[in-house]
T-cell receptor, first 116, second 113 residues
């Protein structure tokens, strides 16, 4: 079946602009995660959704970052007033259950964000 | 909190060499352990996992054993191939942390013919 998809695959923006990144999880997966991969920081957790709720937003680096999920499916990560330090690859992952700690997360191909 | 430490890289090996990539962890609670791999130009994919002590995960000739006494999950392969060239990430998740993954810094493996 279809895997996790993300769009756009690449995004170049100017400092100060807002950007939206989209994630389509595997159908039926209730848990959805956003991570960021950057050279300096490695792979970092950003936010976790269970259904449409976000019980864990502890990884969001500032209030310029927000995310939502609708219909228990598609999620959008929004970065307002982008800064150069936001440049990274943003990864989305989904899993069929959550909370138990044993679940396998399936990753999308990522969105490479470059802030000029 | 949770953390994962991987050996420093990069690692360069000749084809058919033995591979060991070290991974140790600290965790609040009882973790599940994972190795993810990122091939050039591709996304992150699960290589193997283990969810309880002494479990051995295996896939594509790679193995790793969950060692609770040494808090380790070292990745091994008896004979690497050029196609194994990739970045390897050790990771853990715990129920108490909503199953979010905590990753090591990753290590780049290059296998030369």
């Amino acid at each position: 079946g279809a895997g996790v998809s993300q769009s756009p695959s690449n995004k170049v923006t100017e400092k100060g602009k807002d950007v939206e990144l989209r994630c389509d999880p595997i159908s039926g997966h209730t848990a959805l995660y956003w991570y960021r991969q950057s050279l300096g920081q490695g792979l970092e957790f950003l936010i976790y959704f269970q259904g449409n709720s976000a019980p864990d937003k502890s990884g969001l680096p500032s209030d310029r970052f927000s995310a939502e999920r609708t219909g228990g499916s598609v999620s959008t990560l929004t970065i307002q007033r982008t800064q150069q330090e936001d440049s990274a690859v943003y990864l989305c992952a989904s899993s069929s259950t959550s909370g138990g700690g044993t679940d396998t997360q399936y990753f999308g191909p990522g969105t490479r964000l470059t802030v000029l | 909190g949770n953390s994962v430490t991987q050996m420093e890289g990069p690692v360069t090996l000749s084809e058919e060499a033995f591979l060991t990539i070290n991974c140790t962890y600290t965790a609040t609670g009882y973790p599940s352990l994972f190795w993810y791999v990122q091939y050039p130009g591709e996304g992150l994919q699960l290589l193997l996992k283990a969810t309880k002590a002494d479990d051995k995960g295996s896939n594509k000739g790679f193995e790793a054993t969950y060692r609770k006494e040494t808090t380790s999950f070292h990745l091994e392969k008896g004979s690497v191939q050029v196609s194994d060239s990739a970045v390897y990430f050790c990771a853990l998740s715990t129920a108490g942390a909503n199953s979010k993954l905590t990753f090591g810094k990753g290590i780049t493996l290059s296998v030369r013919p």
